[in-house]
């Protein structure tokens, strides 16, 4: 079976440190692999999605960037974070055949910047 | 513009009662919608999909509906219990992209 883990579940840094958040999925080959942020009260907010080791596609400008050095591993950078970087950050797996599937979520990580 | 939007935004309610929350989307060319809890602190996990030609599906106390035409959902939840307080997501995907748009969510809460 398929599983995606994500860490660390929660996490408090400093303004202008960096962060690392990593995301690894086992079970499955040649995931779709997303990011997303979810702020409290609002949905979620797709950051990258990625089809393929080293195709990462940003959906909106940010302090944040994403790398997959791997098939089954996506992780989510900053180099200084923001006040407003704050927030739940979710991974995400799809297995895209002929349409959008169903996503997998990650436990999430609660990120707080101070 | 793609949207889906959500109704109530929050909802509290009594064990054992029923409840219906909405999702209203003006996603084209629609693809199919889905409907995910999200327990607090948790990630979102999928209860049903809905495709355009299906009208109703059931996931046991959960059922959800789906009008095209109107470009409606809801989610009806039977005989609820403490356990279905969570967030409900309607999330709708349009067809020949990998685009799916996010309700900002329900928050549903069974009270004793």
């Known amino acids: 079976s398929q599983t995606i883990h994500q860490w660390p579940a929660t996490l408090v840094q400093p303004v202008g440190s960096p962060l690392s958040l990593e995301c690894t999925v086992e079970g499955t080959s040649n995931p779709n692999l997303y990011w997303y942020r979810q702020a409290a009260g609002r949905g979620l907010q797709l950051l990258f999605y990625?089809?393929?080791?080293?195709?990462i596609s940003s959906e909106v400008p940010q302090n944040l960037s994403a790398s997959r050095p791997q098939d089954r591993q996506f992780i989510l950078s900053s180099k200084k974070l923001l006040l407003s970087d704050s927030g739940f950050y979710l991974c995400?797996?799809?297995?895209?055949?002929?349409?959008?599937?169903?996503?997998?979520f990650g436990e999430g990580s609660r990120l707080t910047v101070l | 513009k793609n949207q889906v939007e959500q109704s109530p935004q929050s909802l509290i309610i009594l064990e054992g009662k029923n409840c219906t929350l909405q999702?209203?989307?003006?996603?084209?060319?629609?693809?199919?919608l889905r409907w995910y809890k999200q327990d607090t602190g948790r990630g979102p996990v999928s209860l049903t999909i809905m495709t355009f030609s299906e009208n109703t599906k059931s996931n046991g106390r959960y059922t959800a509906t789906l009008d095209a035409d109107t470009k409606q959902s809801s989610l009806h939840i039977t005989a609820s219990q403490l356990s279905d307080s969570a967030s409900y997501i309607c999330v709708v995907s349009a067809i020949n992209n990998n685009d799916m748009r996010f309700g900002a969510g329900t928050r549903l809460t069974v009270k004793p």
């Open positions: 995400a797996w799809s297995v895209l055949a002929g349409g959008p599937g169903e996503l997998f």
């Open positions: 999702c209203n989307y003006t996603v084209s060319p629609f693809s199919n």
């Open positions: 990625s089809v393929g080791i080293g195709q």
